[in-house]
């Protein structure tokens, strides 16, 4: 059995693709699992780190937005799409595999159109609630369409009915018990706040999170995290020092990077982040009330579709980023944490709606195709 993947340039389209591997791998251990990329891309890097075979073509995204240099690379972009394809098509010659399975990303585009010409049999996952052009490409030409948010199916055209299957989703997230981690934090019974912007950082956030900072760090009310990414720490420890805040306060604690994201999610009470596919089905899985602020700067705006799916269900508050201050934060930080029967609803609703055994539904996808 070879299972072939292909997805490629942010952690969102190859984090998916390397967790049902894993899952392939732990129920056959005599699975074949095979990797298409950019020799450029994250998954260059990742891929080979958890020891599958990678193999690489070399295609580019068209920029939207129309610039002198973008149609240039618009240009280029179209000649690599030839190209790709052609290269694609070799590789899949010669590796022969049962299933192609594609997780977005422009990478895996090339790869699914030729697999499905091959007949080969082929499989997309969209983690997000507002498809990417990839997933609306391929979406009526492969055999299984799959989705981690049923709000993404009004997006498409399809012959078939999509499979649900949610985003895969850290295990440990499933296991750690929230008494034991806030016991392991050192924490009483008084509010927690977790707030990040990711592993880079998001310069609003670090701002609108230092006034709200600023509003609680004497009151002794809230524990609070944040983690300011690689390229806010400097700017953030700043804004901290301005604010005359006291680096030594045990119950406000700031750091470039949140390593231990299971037992910190575990034990808060409100969350303040980002609206990326992933993130949110650990918000859901680990049943978190959470003000949700997304990224207006990745492709269709997708991160506010995202969002409002939680919206939607009453398991968050957005706030969109262009109305992004901490008077606007601090308000909707103070609203919730002072209504306890609020918090409780929205985690409710977020558990609710959560998918646990995202690995196992998209398996099942797979093993259904090699079966036919």
Known sequence: MHIL?????????????????????????DAKIS??????????????????????????????????????????????????????????????????????????????????KLG????????????????????????????????????????????ITGNPIRQTLIIVNRDNARKQLGLDNRPMILSFGGSLGAR??????????????????????????????????????DINFNFDNSMIHVTEYINNMDVLLAAADLVICRAGAITLGELQVCGKASILIPSPYVAENHQYHNAMSLVACGAAEIIEEKDLRSEALISKVKQLLNDSSRINQMSQNAKKHAIVDSNKRIYDVIMDLIKE
Request: charge should be positive; include cysteine.
């Open 5 to 29: 993947f292909a997805g490629g340039g942010t952690a969102g389209h190859i984090n998916p693709a390397l967790a049902v591997a894993g899952y392939i791998k732990e129920h056959n251990r």
């Open 35 to 116: 990797y298409i990329g950019t020799k450029n891309g994250l998954e260059s890097r990742l891929v080979p780190n958890d020891g599958y075979d990678f193999y690489t073509i070399d295609v580019a995204g068209f920029q939207r937005k129309i610039t002198l240099k973008n149609v240039k690379r618009n240009i280029s972009a179209a000649c690599k799409a030839v190209t790709s394809s052609i290269a694609a098509k070799k590789l899949l010659k010669e590796l022969k595999p049962d299933v192609v399975v594609g997780t977005g990303g422009y990478v895996s585009g090339p790869v699914l159109r030729e697999a499905a």
């Open 120 to 163: 080969i049999k082929t499989a997309i996952h969209e983690q997000n609630a507002f498809p990417g052009v990839t997933t609306k490409m391929l979406a009526p030409r492969v055999n299984r369409v799959m989705l981690a948010m049923p709000a993404a199916k009004k997006h498409l055209k399809l012959d078939k009915e999509p499979i």
């Open 204 to 241: 609003p956030i670090n701002e609108a999170v230092a006034g709200l900072i600023e509003w609680h760090q004497n009151s002794g009310k809230y524990y609070h995290y944040h983690g300011t990414g690689k390229s806010g720490v400097e700017k953030m420890n700043q804004m901290l020092k």
